[in-house]
């Protein structure tokens, strides 16, 4: 099974800070790679899929990148709404797995 | 509006079966590949099993600590997908999600709201 291991499992930062969370496959996924935010209570919801592409609707701040085993989420000025918890995730074989996943907490 | 609807979530005793189901609405139903997923109480996301399409003859697969309890079914009647859970464990205690998977991307864009299922005697 591809293990993905999520840096920092948890951070805490301002308004308008420049926040990134790194993940790392336990072997090559090429670009299969997704990212989700969740907040409590709630179901996940889609940001980029194939590492860097933004799924529609998500707004520009957010911004995917990485190939092979290593990737990141970059939120480039943190909002209100943002503090959550995120999940990347391989869709390259299964089973299918996910990160353990980074809560960005309010500083 | 494309919409998923899970329900059918409950206390179930260990050993015991329980079926949830996840109502779709918004599109072809048919035409798409399914995935379950589930969150143990404080914990992450694991991913459960997938159906594809009927192009694929809505084969299935599932995770290493389901294959062999759970199974994944629809009733394209109700637009409907279930998972069968069978063999229930503690372990099983989560909150259970559906989720359509995205044409083309097969990247999990629309979730129900999930419904809890608790294992306990």
């Known amino acids: 099974d591809i293990q993905l291991t999520q840096s920092p499992s948890f951070l805490s930062a301002s308004v308008a800070d420049r926040v990134t969370i790194t993940c790392r496959a336990s072997q090559g996924i090429s670009n299969y790679l997704v990212w989700f935010q969740q907040k409590p209570g709630e179901a996940p919801k889609l940001l980029i899929y194939a590492a860097s592409t933004l799924q529609s609707g998500v707004p520009l701040r957010f911004s995917g990148s990485g190939s092979g085993t290593e990737f990141t989420l970059t939120i480039s000025s943190l909002q209100p709404e943002d503090f959550a918890t995120y999940y990347c995730?391989?869709?390259?074989?299964?089973?299918?797995?996910f990160g353990g996943g980074t809560k960005v907490e309010i500083k | 509006e494309v919409q998923l609807v899970d329900s059918g979530g409950d206390l179930v005793q260990p050993g015991g079966s329980l079926r949830l189901s996840c109502a779709a609405s918004g599109f072809t139903f048919s035409d798409y590949y399914m995935d379950w997923v589930r969150q143990a109480p404080g914990k992450g996301l694991e991913w459960v099993g997938r159906?594809?399409?009927?192009?694929?003859?809505?084969?299935?697969e599932y995770a290493a600590s389901v294959k062999g309890r759970f199974s994944i079914s629809r009733d394209h009647s109700k637009n409907t997908v279930y998972l069968q859970m069978n063999g229930l464990k503690a372990e099983d205690t989560a909150v259970y999600y559906c989720?359509?998977?995205?044409?083309?991307?097969?990247?999990?864009?629309?979730w129900g709201q999930g419904t809890t299922v608790t294992v306990s005697s």
């Open positions: 159906s594809r399409d009927k192009a694929n003859s809505h084969t299935t």
């Open positions: 995730q391989q869709i390259n074989s299964f089973p299918l797995t």
């Open positions: 989720a359509r998977d995205q044409m083309g991307s097969y990247v999990m864009d629309v």
